[in-house]
């Protein structure tokens, strides 16, 4: 099956730019999608399909995927971006998350 | 307003069994894909199943496949997780969640509040 990883925590500061990363084999050929969870509160899409934002998404987030990594970027990260993020992707009739990554900002 | 709200979640013991409910409002079910999803206390999110918009298709996650199987009423608008042969590995807060709109690339674009169940 699939897999998805990713760090377990990232830090940045407010104002700076936080990268957080999800590496699987040959990612770059599947569509990856991203998801911020606050604590107590279910998930939200932030990125679809690498690098397209829902409606109501903020600018500072983007997405990129290629090779065998996905990059979700926070620019100008704010308090309020502390969350755990998580991506997603299709593979083979099934739908993989990597283990999540929590970003502190400090 | 597009919603959803899960219900069913509760405290069972081991080899029972469980059906949730997901009540949708401000689309129709018939019209996307639909998932469950799951997340066990302090861990990460965990794919469970997938139904097609025609129903045509229903996929399981390897850990539930024979257990658990997802079924739609399209009259009340409701999804539905039947869940046999409950086991401890199974206690987590439980989601649906609606498909964007290409099921391979579209995400799932909205989440209910979860409903958590407890095997036990």
């Known amino acids: 099956s699939y897999e998805l990883t990713q760090a377990p925590s990232v830090s940045v500061s407010p104002g700076q730019t936080a990268s957080i990363t999800c590496s699987g084999e040959k990612l770059g050929d599947k569509y990856a999608c991203w998801y911020q969870q606050k604590p107590g509160q279910s998930p939200v899409l932030v990125i679809y399909q690498d690098n397209k934002r829902p409606s109501g998404i903020p600018e500072r987030f983007s997405g990129s995927n290629s090779g065998n990594t996905a990059t979700l970027t926070i620019s100008g990260t704010q308090a309020m971006d502390e969350a755990d993020y998580y991506c997603?992707?299709?593979?083979?009739?099934?739908?993989?998350f990597g283990g999540g990554t929590k970003l502190t900002v400090l | 307003q597009v919603q959803l709200v899960e219900s069913g979640g509760g405290v069972v013991q081991p080899g029972r069994s469980l059906r949730l409910s997901c009540a949708a409002s401000g689309f129709t079910l018939s019209g996307h894909g639909m998932h469950w999803v799951r997340q066990a206390p302090g861990k990460g999110l965990e794919w469970v199943a997938f139904m097609s918009s025609d129903i045509s298709n229903t996929n399981y996650a390897d850990s539930v496949k024979g257990r658990f199987t997802i079924s739609r009423d399209s009259a009340k608008n409701a999804l539905y997780v039947q869940m046999n042969s409950l086991r401890a590995e199974d206690t987590a807060v439980y989601y649906c969640?609606?498909?964007?709109?290409?099921?391979?690339?579209?995400?799932?674009?909205?989440w209910g509040q979860g409903t958590a169940v407890t095997v036990s």
């Open positions: 969640a609606k498909s964007g709109g290409d099921y391979a690339s579209g995400g799932l674009d909205v």
């Open positions: 997603q992707v299709w593979d083979s009739s099934t739908w993989v």
